[in-house]
């Protein structure tokens, strides 16, 4: 079995900062890309950044400049760092993982639980 797990996140005034984590744990063998979505009520799920084993790094137009994704491969843990939040970063952020089991030689994602984030304007 394999499980992400996600911390972070809350209510923060427009302007201000947070941060998420997600812990990917059990039967990894290795994990190729992590990533962050999002999704607001009423609209689809989008990508915000991701992150591949090498440490090169994507991020959508709309959070360029404003947030940082890293990862420590040791602790097989994605993070999200979010500067100069705006209201319409509002969402529920999910975390995932594109990784080989040691069951396994195929490639699985999977998806943390979920975290509300909430900005005040």
């Known amino acids: 079995q394999v499980q992400l797990v996600q911390s972070g996140g809350g209510l923060v005034q427009a302007g201000g900062s947070l941060s998420l984590s997600c812990a990917a744990s059990g039967n990894i063998r290795k994990i190729n890309i992590m990533g962050w979505y999002r999704q607001a009520p009423g609209k689809q799920r989008e990508l915000v950044a991701t992150i591949f084993s090498g440490g090169s790094t994507n991020y959508a137009d709309s959070v360029k400049g404003r947030f940082t994704i890293s990862r420590d491969n040791a602790k097989n843990t994605v993070y999200l760092q979010m500067n100069s939040l705006k209201s319409e970063d509002t969402a529920v952020y999910y975390c995932?993982?594109?990784?080989?089991?040691?069951?396994?030689?195929?490639?699985?994602?999977?998806w943390g639980q979920g975290t509300q984030v909430t900005v005040s304007s």
């Open positions: 995932n993982a594109d990784l080989m089991r040691l069951d396994s030689s195929a490639t699985y994602r999977y």
